[in-house]
């Protein structure tokens, strides 16, 4: 029916961002990087071609289906931009579909709470008329979690923004610990701890358009390849409001009285309630790096190294071994070495020590490096030197890679990643495992030549955190149309060859939707059977992200995303 009680004008109080692609609406990509991205197309057969870009215009938006109730409407829009903004995430299928112009899933409206008692007052609602409600705070999910594909049981569909609760509320400088609303963005937060000198360091490659609370929900990866690699080692405590009430974790350094609060709530994907606000802690901001860049003429001895590394208690904050083929869609490299970005931070000491006991352990490997470079790394406070060569390099890729994926998705090159974890003693076989599954997979899907490269992210004394890119044209006549059915045969092989591998279906891009068929195979199905009992019981109406883990007991939502067509 009509929904004439939301306003058709956006209320968005952020910058405007692409719906179609990564990024703000005005960003753009260097004449620089569009030459690379252009060779490296080429080197597929393809061709970089400036396509025009995805209007609102040309999105036909149905009427929204539910109307909030006048004391809510002033929270609620149903402008263009807003719905489709927040009828997608940053996936490679929901790019290609703005791309090919297709939005199956869209939601009603899209509510902007100003604070908790709103946010109980919209679930109320919601649950009351049949509404479902997807937790939003960045939009940055890759895997089908923000999509509303909710099935066909429900009245409608919202998407519920937290942008409005960004501030940093409270500082324990004594412990190091912030309490933070969910919705401050990476940049947001930093901003506000700076002045008293702490910093939550948690950089995950979406930092600047990712908020704490995705990040608690998803158990998002952060910046350091050691001992702080999660979000989860940061928690200190957390707040979540669901339909039926409020559970906040006592604030303490460490307990056992019993299964842990937060261990729910962390990973829980706004299938439980929504993250309002967290206890983190927090660092003091670094003084002393350094950073080394490391070739490797024998990978297997490159990922050794690594697995030495890991176990010998030096704890490097960056370890990133960068495959032969890696190094090439880094631009850090020509193909003909692997090379390890290694670095180390601290805010108490120097790192002459640590470093050259790393580099002693690199050499017994059959590494190479600058020993200048490495002494350049070390320049003190203030320095930048750690940024310069390979390693800045890379660092610089890292972060711009989205934006470089846009404009070959309009193309109709899949460009996509995917990532797993697994112990020493499996990475060799799943390494070659998934290489080669994936390789066939891709081939068959496109007739094209396949690019299959790995990376590691993080390491643990246990094992590594392998990081797949994976790259193509979709056949003779590239277009996002036969780009998005072959990436669905690819990311459905991609999915099962981790698993048939011995690793998980994700190490921090989350389950979403698009993960759903791994998570079921990874996970007991008691486990399961336990959480959707506990969804029951915070959220007895099952309008949470429903299809996000699970499906909500007597509800039958299954895989209705971006995999399903």
């Known amino acids: 029916m009509p929904n004439p009680n939301a306003t058709s004008v956006t209320l968005s109080r952020r910058r405007p961002r692409r719906f179609w692609g990564w990024g703000y609406a005005e960003a753009i990509i260097t004449p620089e990087e569009k030459s690379r991205l252009s060779l490296m197309m080429g080197h597929m057969g393809g061709r970089l071609v400036d396509h025009p870009v995805p209007q609102e215009s040309e999105f036909a938006l149905p009427t929204p289906r539910v109307a909030p109730p006048l004391s809510l409407a002033a929270m609620f829009s149903t402008a263009p931009l807003d719905r489709l903004n927040h009828s997608v995430g940053k996936s490679y299928a929901d790019l290609a579909r703005m791309w ?20 109980a007052d919209i679930l109320d609602w919601a649950g009351r008329h049949n509404v479902a409600v997807i937790p939003y705070g960045g939009g940055s999910s890759v895997c089908g979690g923000v999509e509303p594909a909710v099935g066909a049981s429900y009245a409608g569909v919202i998407s519920l923004d937290m942008e409005r609760l960004s501030n940093v509320l409270e500082v324990d400088r004594v412990s190091r610990a912030a309490r933070i609303q969910a919705g401050a963005l990476g940049p947001e937060l930093e901003a506000q701890l700076k002045p008293h000198g702490l910093t939550l360091r948690h950089f995950p490659q979406s930092f600047e358009f990712s908020t704490l609370g995705g990040w608690i929900a998803t158990r998002a990866g952060g910046h350091y390849a050691t001992l702080l690699t999660h979000i989860d080692d940061l928690v200190e405590s957390t707040r979540l409001l669901s339909p039926r009430g409020v559970s906040e974790s006592r ?76 190094t090439v869609f880094s631009g850090v490299g020509d193909g003909s070495s692997a090379i390890m970005v290694l670095g180390f931070e601290s805010a108490d000491h120097p790192l002459g020590e640590p470093m050259r006991r790393a580099l002693e352990l690199v050499r017994d490997h059959g590494g190479e490096f600058d020993a200048q470079a490495v002494a350049r790394s070390m320049g003190g406070e203030g320095s930048a030197e750690h940024r310069s060569g390979a390693a800045g390099a890379w660092r610089d890729a890292f972060l711009r890679m989205p934006y470089w994926r846009d404009p070959a998705v309009g193309c109709g090159m899949i460009m996509d990643t995917f990532e797993t974890a697994v112990t020493w003693d499996k990475f060799p076989a799943l390494y070659e495992g998934v290489r080669r599954d994936v390789t066939a997979a891709i081939e ?27 790259a ?87 895989s209705t995303g971006s995999l399903a067509g």
Request: glycine share 10%; charged share 20%; proline share 8%.
């Open 444 to 470: 068959r899907a496109t007739g094209q030549e396949a690019f299959v490269s790995c990376r590691f992210t993080h390491i643990y004394p246990d094992g590594p955190a392998p990081y797949f890119t994976l």
């Open 472 to 558: 193509a044209m979709s056949g003779d006549k590239p277009s996002p149309r036969s780009a998005l059915a072959a990436w669905r045969e690819i990311k459905a092989a991609a999915n099962a060859a981790v698993i048939d591998h011995g690793g998980t279906i994700t190490h921090h891009h989350a389950v979403g939707r698009d993960h759903r068929s791994g998570y079921e195979r990874e996970v007991p199905g008691l486990h399961r059977q336990m959480l959707a009992a506990a969804k029951q019981v915070v959220d007895p109406e099952g309008i949470l992200n429903p299809g996000v883990l699970l499906d909500p007991i007597g509800r039958s939502v299954g």
């Open 100 to 119: 090919a112009r297709e939005l199956p899933h869209g939601v009603d409206a899209v509510a902007f709470p100003d604070n908790e008692q709103a946010i």
């Open 251 to 326: 604030r303490l350094p460490g307990s056992g009285a019993g299964p842990a609060p937060d261990r729910l709530v962390l990973g829980s994907e706004g299938t439980l309630g929504i993250i309002t606000e967290a206890w983190m802690r927090l660092q003091d901001r670094p003084r002393f790096r350094a950073s080394a860049s490391v070739r490797f003429a024998d990978y297997a001895r490159a990922a050794e190294c690594v697995r030495v590394l890991a176990q010998s208690a030096l704890y490097p904050t960056n370890c990133r071994l960068l495959d032969p083929l890696e």
